[in-house]
Nanobody
Framework: QVQLVESGGGLVQAGGSLRLSCAASGSPFRINTMGWYRQALGKQRELVAR???????NYADSVKGRFTISRDNAKNTVYLQMNSLKPEDTAVYYC???????????????WGQGTRVTVSS
């Protein structure tokens, strides 16, 4: 069974950096677009950044110039480098894959369990 497992969250001061990782277990054959979303307390989940299998990226306006998404297709892993963090970046960050092919099975809209990021002022 394929799962997305996030790591790298934690507590950091404003202006600091964190790097999130999300690895797909279960030896998937192919993963299409992967992305990072976040949900702050009392707010809806929102897109932070996503990257296609070919490397095309897009970002939320609030993180442009501060966050960088990347992926290693050989390792089935996506990363989110977060710099110049602000208190408003505090949220639970979720990894997502829109489509995963595992042998003869196609999984759609797969989510990780989330990793918490807290930015103190």
């Amino acid at each position: 069974q394929v799962q997305l497992v996030e790591s790298g969250g934690g507590l950091v001061q404003a202006g600091g950096s964190l790097r999130l990782s999300c690895a797909a277990s279960g030896s998937p054959f192919r993963i299409n677009t992967m992305g990072w979303y976040r949900q702050a307390l009392g707010k809806q989940r929102e897109l932070v950044a996503r990257i296609t299998s070919g490397g095309s990226t897009n970002y939320a306006d609030s993180v442009k110039g501060r966050f960088t998404i990347s992926r290693d297709n050989a390792k089935n892993t996506v990363y989110l480098q977060m710099n110049s963090l602000k208190p408003e970046d505090t949220a639970v960050y979720y990894c997502n894959a829109d489509l995963i092919v595992v042998v003869t099975t196609i999984l759609r809209d797969v989510w990780g369990q989330g990793t918490r990021v807290t930015v103190s002022s």
